[in-house]
């Protein structure tokens, strides 16, 4: 079992950059494919981006935040990234980190199986 806690969230202004990050526990990271998702008020828990436990270069992202969001890892701080450039109002939501060690998928929230409580970005015009 993992836990997951983000930090980073705040609030910005359009055009802005923000870093978040996620600190898992236990001595497996290394083992997980890792995600970010972002939730609105009133709106679903949508994918954002993930990355492979198989190789660090293993990255995939949503459309809406491709070219403007990095996601990465750091497995010896067991530390999961993501970079927000061009920060958009519509880019402001909870962020929360996911972690799972299956092979269901990336993209859909099923496929992960631990959650962090999530950090909010704001973001302002």
């Known amino acids: 079992q993992v836990q997951l806690v983000e930090s980073g969230g705040g609030l910005v202004q359009a055009g802005g950059s923000l870093r978040l990050s996620c600190a898992a526990s236990g001595r497996t990271f290394s083992s997980y494919t890792m995600g970010w998702f972002r939730q609105a008020p009133g709106k679903e828990r949508e994918f954002v981006a993930a990355i492979g436990w198989w190789s660090e270069s293993s990255t995939y992202y949503a459309d809406s935040v491709k070219g403007r969001f990095t996601i990465s890892r750091d497995n010896r701080k067991n530390t999961v990234y993501l970079q927000m450039n061009s920060l958009k109002p519509e880019d402001t939501c909870v962020y929360y980190c996911?972690?799972?060690?299956?092979?269901?998928?990336?993209?859909?929230?099923?496929?992960?199986?631990?959650w962090g409580k999530g950090t909010l970005v704001t973001v302002s015009s």
């Open positions: 996911a972690a799972t060690q299956s092979l269901r998928g990336l993209y859909a929230s099923k496929d992960y199986d631990y």
